[in-house]
């Protein structure tokens, strides 16, 4: 991500690359979105109104954590921008804090559940 981030959380890594994740993050984001069921759950960790939510990349995203041949750490990011593309303007000038803490809702709640449904060893527990 080019955007401004937020450290949310870092896992060990498990069965998938940071790059199987961000893609399988960005395809359970397609599907919730497309769901009134799933833009409830999204808008619930959010805290805002279904129908503020906007059809935008998801606002999650997986980086590997320092560098190596094999670097285990994953850095669980959220961003600023994405967040602000998907939500009503007004939210756009929520405290950093805030964000924070609602895209770590986003991840634990809805993203990290989804993930380990289809591959439970897709990624360990947080660090």
Known sequence: MSEPTIEL??????????EQLNQRIAEIWHEKIGSE???????????????????????ISVETAGSGFAPTVLIILGSHLLLSEI?????????????????????????????????????DEAK
């Open 37 to 59: 069921a799933g833009r409830g759950e999204i808008s619930e960790a959010l805290e805002l109104r279904p129908d503020d939510l906007r059809n935008a990349p998801a606002p």
């Open 9 to 18: 959380a870092e896992h060990t890594r498990g069965s998938l690359t940071p």
């Open 87 to 123: 939500v009503i303007p007004a939210a756009k000038d929520a405290l950093k804090d805030v964000v924070k803490e609602r895209l770590v809702r986003l991840w634990k709640q809805v993203l990290l559940p989804a993930i380990r449904r289809e591959d439970e060893n897709a990624i």
